[in-house]
């Protein structure tokens, strides 16, 4: 079966500060990937999304990056991270042509 | 623009008692749609999807109904346990094969189980 690992769980870090969130995917072959954040008491926004090795679409024009080095790895990344980036990010998986997306734990940030 | 909402952001139910969520859409070319439950400090977990060639489908004690003349979608959960209370949130999009990144999601209801 397919499982979708992301870490950490929380993370405090303070303003200027670099940031790499990492989440993998195991049990399948070139799924999509995708990050997003959520904040409290509105919908999932989706920041990027990737159909395969290097290949990334951004959502919204923000102060994070995502890079996609291997075909099941999924990483968000910031070089200097700002407050208005705290929040809770989950990646997200879905297969190759289909629609639902299956979310990972997620990482609750808060930047300080 | 398009957009995916819910009635009611709380909703208070017995313990045993059915409980219905309700979610409005507004992209009438939507014809696929989810229901998630995300439980406090967790990641949103899959619970039953329906395509808009049906208007029910149901799963082990959850049905999910869709009214396309008034683009509504409902979650029903019968008899409601103390591990249903989540945040319990609609997603629509369409069915084309394009991914997740199609998928627009509402912001959710709280359902609370009281004993």
């Known amino acids: 079966s397919q499982t979708i690992h992301q870490w950490p769980a929380t993370l405090v870090q303070p303003v200027g500060s670099p940031l790499s969130l990492e989440c993998t995917v195991e049990?399948?072959?070139?799924?999509?990937l995708y990050w997003y954040r959520q904040a409290a008491g509105r919908g999932l926004q989706l920041l990027f999304y990737?159909?395969?090795?290097?290949?990334i679409s951004s959502e919204v024009p923000q102060n994070l990056s995502a890079s996609r080095p291997q075909d099941r790895q999924f990483i968000l990344s910031s070089k200097k991270l700002l407050l208005s980036d705290s929040g809770f990010y989950l990646c997200a998986w879905s297969s190759w042509g289909g629609t639902e997306a299956f979310f990972g734990q997620g990482t609750r940030l808060t930047v300080v | 623009g398009e957009s995916v909402g819910l009635h009611l952001p709380t909703l208070s139910v017995q313990e045993g008692d059915n409980s219905i969520i309700n979610c409005a859409y507004s992209n009438s070319a939507s014809d696929y749609f989810i229901w998630y439950k995300q439980e406090s400090g967790k990641g949103p977990q899959f619970i039953i999807d329906?395509?808009?060639?049906?208007d029910k489908r149901q799963g082990q004690r959850v049905t999910v109904l869709l009214n396309k003349t008034v683009k509504h979608l409902s979650l029903q959960i019968a008899a409601t346990q103390p591990g249903d209370s989540a945040v319990y949130f609609c997603?629509?999009?369409?069915?084309?094969?394009?991914?997740?990144?199609?998928?627009?999601f509402g912001k959710g209801t709280h359902l609370i189980i009281q004993p």
């Open positions: 990737s159909v395969g090795i290097g290949q």
């Open positions: 329906i395509r808009s060639n049906m």
């Open positions: 049990g399948t072959s070139n799924p999509n």
């Open positions: 997603a629509e999009g369409p069915i084309s094969g394009g991914g997740a990144d199609g998928l627009t």
